[in-house]
Structures are given as C-alpha cells and as structure tokens.
C-alpha cells in the first residue's frame, strides 16, 4: 500500500470537469441520433439517455478503470488494493453519488489518508496515477499518516454530522449576506448591476472556500462539537 501513488486533487477536478463537458456532449449527440433513426417514442428515447451515460461513466470504471477523463489524465480508479477495477454496482453507485454531490465530495480527497473523495469512500475505491515514470515529484502524493499516538479522534460520524452543521449555518448565512448585499432593484426585480454581480460572484468564492475549509477541519477534528483530545488528557 505505501507503494501507491495518488494524483493531487487538482488532475481529478481536471478528469471531473473533461467529463462534464464529453457526458452532456454525447448525450446530445445521442438525441441527434434517436431524432435521425426515427426514434420519437419518450421511453426509448430515454433509454438511450441513460445507456450513453451508464456507458461512459460507471461500465468504463468497471471495465476499464476510468473514464474518458481519466484516462486523458492518465489517473484510474481501482479497489483500495490500488490495483483491481471496482464492480459495476461499485461503479454504478460511485457515479450517483458523485454527481449528486458534485465538487463538494471532491474536498475530502484533501484530508482522508488514502486522498479519497466522499464517493471513494463510500464505494471502497481510490484513485491512484497509472505510471509515475517522468512525472515530477509534487504530482505523486503518499498515503496520509494521522498521528493517533498523540490525539484521540471523535467517531467518524460525529465529524460528518458537526461538519456538516456548520457548512449549512455558514450557507444560510452567506444568503443573508447576499440577500442584504445586493439592490432591490436585483432581489425584487431581477434588474442586477455589474456590482451586484461581482457582490455575488464574491460570495460564491467566499462560500466554496468557507465550505472546503470547515469540511478539512471537520474531518480532522478541529471543530468546536468534534474536536480531537490530546492523549494525556484522556483517562
């Protein structure tokens, strides 16, 4: 297992965004194809919606061990071994749980040990580089260490659940920042100045990072509600 190289986060955001662009793309190409063909009926047309994307996305990990976006980035998926390819139920349920929760179950491949995403997790798989040869050096990362030796850590459960408290107190209240930040003219009528638009898009930069940093805190047991205890104090 110490063998393993792991990508940084940014090659998969890199995969993740390459196949946000491709999935959506063929699915279009898919609709061209079914209205060519003939092919008008709803259920056939959906049919052909969700067998492009299973396709692409759960029957490639399984199969292949990676999507089109891995496989540019030369990074694949695999079991926690760091060599198998996960099975297609693995594969199937890694998909719906990453595009249900999006980026935000990416910021967890910043802090657990084996760099794994909240799909990872679930799902018992990782992401590792195909090949290090001609790679620099700060594009392999190790396998985490957590220092159990000198803190104790909550369960892992109570970290989810603090964590996941202050990303929603801190989501509601950057909407009433927003919300008092922008004009009435753009909360009542939708007329938004180029100040109200950067406002917002301040904000949204403001909350991407207040959600990323409260969630690495969290799992590393750093909130209030869920932080680790040195040794020496616990009896």
């Given at each position: 297992?110490?063998?393993?190289?792991?990508?940084?986060?940014?090659?998969?955001?890199?995969?993740?965004?390459?196949?946000?662009?491709?999935?959506?793309?063929?699915?279009?190409?898919?609709?061209?194809?079914?209205?060519?063909?003939?092919?008008?009926?709803?259920?056939?047309?959906?049919?052909?919606?969700?067998?492009?994307?299973?396709?692409?996305?759960?029957?490639?990990?399984?199969?292949?061990?990676?999507?089109?976006?891995?496989?540019?980035?030369?990074?694949?998926?695999?079991?926690?071994?760091?060599?198998?390819?996960?099975?297609?139920?693995?594969?199937?349920?890694?998909?719906?749980?990453?595009?249900?929760?999006?980026?935000?179950?990416?910021?967890?491949?910043?802090?657990?040990?084996?760099?794994?995403?909240?799909?990872?997790?679930?799902?018992?798989?990782?992401?590792?580089?195909?090949?290090?040869?001609?790679?620099?050096?700060?594009?392999?990362?190790?396998?985490?260490?957590?220092?159990?030796?000198?803190?104790?850590?909550?369960?892992?459960?109570?970290?989810?659940?603090?964590?996941?408290?202050?990303?929603?107190?801190?989501?509601?209240?950057?909407?009433?920042?927003?919300?008092?930040?922008?004009?009435?003219?753009?909360?009542?009528?939708?007329?938004?100045?180029?100040?109200?638009?950067?406002?917002?898009?301040?904000?949204?930069?403001?909350?991407?990072?207040?959600?990323?940093?409260?969630?690495v805190r969290g799992w590393n047991g750093m909130l209030y509600g869920c932080r680790r205890r040195p040794l020496k104090s616990v009896i």
């Amino acid at each position: 297992m110490n063998n393993i190289a792991y990508p940084r986060l940014i090659k998969r955001i890199q995969a993740f965004l390459i196949d946000s662009l491709l999935i959506p793309a063929a699915v279009f190409a898919t609709l061209i194809s079914s209205n060519v063909l003939g092919i008008t009926h709803p259920y056939g047309n959906a049919l052909l919606l969700t067998g492009t994307i299973f396709v692409l996305e759960p029957v490639m990990v399984a199969l292949t061990g990676g999507t089109i976006g891995h496989h540019l980035l030369k990074i694949r998926v695999t079991k926690t071994d760091g060599a198998s390819n996960i099975n297609i139920f693995a594969a199937t349920a890694r998909f719906v749980i990453k595009w249900l929760l999006g980026w935000l179950s990416l910021i967890f491949v910043l802090t657990t040990t084996r760099h794994q995403a909240v799909h990872d997790l679930i799902t018992g798989s990782m992401v590792v580089h195909k090949n290090t040869a001609g790679l620099p050096a700060y594009e392999i990362l190790s396998e985490r260490t957590i220092d159990h030796t000198a803190y104790a850590y909550p369960p892992v459960w109570r970290r989810i659940v603090v964590a996941t408290a202050y990303v929603i107190s801190a989501t509601v209240a950057l909407v009433i920042v927003s919300t008092l930040a922008s004009s009435t003219a753009c909360t009542e009528h939708g007329q938004c100045s180029t100040l109200d638009d950067l406002s917002a898009a301040a904000l949204s930069v403001l909350w991407f990072i207040t959600i990323g940093w409260l969630t690495v805190r969290g799992w590393n047991g750093m909130l209030y509600g869920c932080r680790r205890r040195p040794l020496k104090s616990v009896i």
